[in-house]
């Protein structure tokens, strides 16, 4: 049986394939259209998912979106309804959308379906799950567990913002929802706004600034914004906030809470800034905590699945695993809407089709690398299409060449094998650096990535090493948990370093590998497996052999704004337009210094316009 996945037409459009319960491919649509968080229509997702089976729509046997509509219109409608008259301005602004468009997605869906297959059949082939449910089973069926709880958090589905599932083999039912308006998501996100980020994107960088304040104003959060209860379940005070009816997150009883307006986006950030942040990352990792516990205790099952927006927030998940209270966690890779494809698919197979489920000892998302790859004959046409100018290798002397820049403290762009599903490069598409390096996280940040100096780093790491440099010994593969670095690899503060003050931290080094240690000494880890990314996993093999360390910097093949690289020439074209200094495409090694200087300089004015 086929299952094609859909998500899209909100944010983060994206389409996945299961084939006999098997997850074949899966892809955002912003890799092919090189718009970030791309909502459209996922059809180049959809193109590629099929070409990578081998087979054509007609062959599909079910196609599943990943909401109800319906039941979000609903919603929308009661909203308005229980605040009038307030709102009546956004409400003027969104229903000619919805009923322009959103209302009879159905008939849209099947318009963009018909491209592929002029005789689709949507009544017949055409499936709605519900976002949570497609979330859920997005968490469950993949993981290596044959029983869980499987918890959901995100801003809000149709009606649901938590969910929680029990699943046992191929069955999952989620037992207990929280309603909006009441979301941790949204909480996030409201405070994503405030602090001058972008809504559905900013969210990490939010999570990032945490650590360089003190959570001073929790009390702020439990005494006016949110009534916590011991279980974890909790309610949002209205009051505050302005996304249920109005055109901003927060309001002007938010904005005299906290003392003063939103920060604009170029505006400076302040030690209230990060301050606010880490008391919003305190509120959350304590929101989720009671409510994991509380479920521990409750169902008596040792395994956690998580999915949505808020379980990447990988410093409470890293929380909840040296919490204790679940014995085993596994957080889907896609966790946010892109992931919803695949659950929707996964979803029908086993909970509609009734079709019975593998479970592996791993999982089943063979390491998240589920997006194209490119031949060696096709990338050499590419790359010369593109006007590069590079030098063929064997596998051996491109490890050797790439260890060589590394040592020399370059930034080097690594495009191998199939693309990553998902917001994290796992060394499929991503830029490498020497962790040991003090300058490279300040490098990668303003020469590279052109983004915020205060953004850290994630550690790739050998499996087999990892506990000898972090505080923890469990598979990562997905750099969904943060622990700290390891006590022997920590340099000891002095007096005057602890007396500083947030971004004045950051060029305090803390470790002997301190472009990957956050100013808290944490780091969030990928494990890197030989039997998931080879190629990958030798070059930080030679790497250790040359160094001593099992350690790379990794992150993602992008500069600020724009999507992680989805084919050579992108890669080419960020290379360009970077201080990235040595480029490897499959077995093509590309070096700054060979390159048309005409060329480069056109690439950089490209991005500066961009």
Request: with cysteine; hydrophobic share 45%; proline share 5%.
């Amino acid at each position: 049986m086929r299952i094609l996945g859909i998500s899209g037409l909100y944010h983060d459009s994206a389409a996945a394939l299961v084939v006999d319960g098997a997850i074949v491919a899966a892809a955002q649509e912003e890799r092919f259209t090189r718009k970030k968080h791309d909502s459209a229509f996922p059809r180049r997702a959809i193109a590629y998912v099929l070409e990578e089976a081998g087979i054509g729509l007609s062959d599909v046997d079910h196609v599943v979106f990943y909401d109800k509509p319906f039941l979000k219109f609903e919603r929308l409608l009661e909203t308005y309804l229980a605040f009038a008259p307030r709102g009546y301005r956004s409400f003027a602004m969104a229903i000619p959308v919805w009923l322009r468009e959103k209302l009879f997605q159905k008939s849209l869906l099947v318009t963009e379906l018909r491209r592929f297959d002029p005789a689709f059949d949507g009544e017949a082939k055409l499936l709605f799950s519900e976002h949570h449910q497609a979330h859920a089973a997005s968490a469950f069926f993949p993981s290596p567990f044959e029983e869980a709880v499987v918890l959901t958090i995100d801003g809000v589905g149709e009606w649901a913002t938590t969910t929680v599932g029990i699943g046992r083999g191929k069955n999952l039912e989620i037992v207990k929802e929280i309603h909006f308006p009441h979301s941790l998501g949204l909480l996030y996100s409201a405070l994503t706004y405030y602090l001058g980020f972008k809504v559905n994107s900013g969210e990490y960088k939010v999570m990032g600034l945490a650590p360089y304040g003190e959570p001073r104003h929790t009390d702020l959060f439990y005494g006016h914004l949110i009534d916590l209860k011991p279980d974890g379940s909790f309610r949002l005070d209205q009051k505050y906030f302005d996304y249920c009816t109005g055109l901003t997150m927060t309001n002007a009883r938010f904005d005299a809470l906290f003392g003063g307006p939103p920060r604009k986006a170029d505006e400076p950030l302040t030690q209230r800034h990060m301050d606010l942040a880490a008391s919003l990352q305190a509120v959350t990792e304590e929101v989720v905590l009671r409510i994991t516990r509380g479920l521990a205790a409750e169902y008596g099952i040792s395994n956690l699945c998580m999915a949505g927006g808020v379980a990447l927030n990988c410093v409470a998940n890293g929380k909840i695993l040296r919490d204790g209270a679940f014995k085993r966690l596994w957080v889907q890779p896609a966790a946010g809407d892109a992931g919803g494809a695949l659950g929707a698919a996964l979803a029908a197979y086993h909970g509609i089709a009734g079709k019975p489920r593998s479970v592996r000892a791993s999982d089943a998302m063979r390491g998240s690398y589920l997006g194209p790859a490119f031949a060696q004959e096709e990338i050499e046409r590419r790359l010369t299409a593109a006007g590069a100018r590079f030098t063929v290798l064997d596998d051996a002397a491109l490890t050797a060449a790439v260890v060589d820049g590394l040592v020399e403290e370059k930034a080097v762009g690594w495009f191998q094998g199939r693309m990553e599903f998902g917001p994290r490069a796992l060394g499929g598409r991503s830029i490498l650096g020497d962790p040991r390096s003090p300058a490279m996280q300040k490098t990668l940040n303003l020469k590279v990535k052109y983004r915020e100096s205060f953004r850290p780093f994630a550690p790739s790491v050998l499996r087999e090493d990892v506990a000898d440099w972090f505080d923890i010994d469990t598979d990562s593969p997905y750099m969904l948990l943060v622990a700290d670095v390891a006590e022997r690899h920590r340099i000891e503060m002095t007096v005057e370093q602890r007396g500083l003050f947030g971004i004045e931290k950051l060029n305090v080094p803390r470790s002997s590998v301190p472009a990957v240690t956050h100013v808290d000494y944490s780091a969030r880890i990928q494990t890197v497996h030989a039997d998931t990314n080879p190629r990958y996993h030798a070059l930080i093999s030679a790497f250790k052999a040359r160094t001593g360390c099992p350690v790379l910097v990794n992150t993602s093949f992008n500069v600020r704004g724009e999507p992680i690289v989805g084919a050579p020439e992108d890669a080419f074209r960020c290379f360009m337009g970077s201080e990235i200094e040595m480029l490897a495409v499959g077995n093509c090694l590309l070096r700054k210094e060979d390159q048309d200087p005409a060329l480069a300089l056109d690439y950089k004015n490209a991005f500066e316009l961009d």
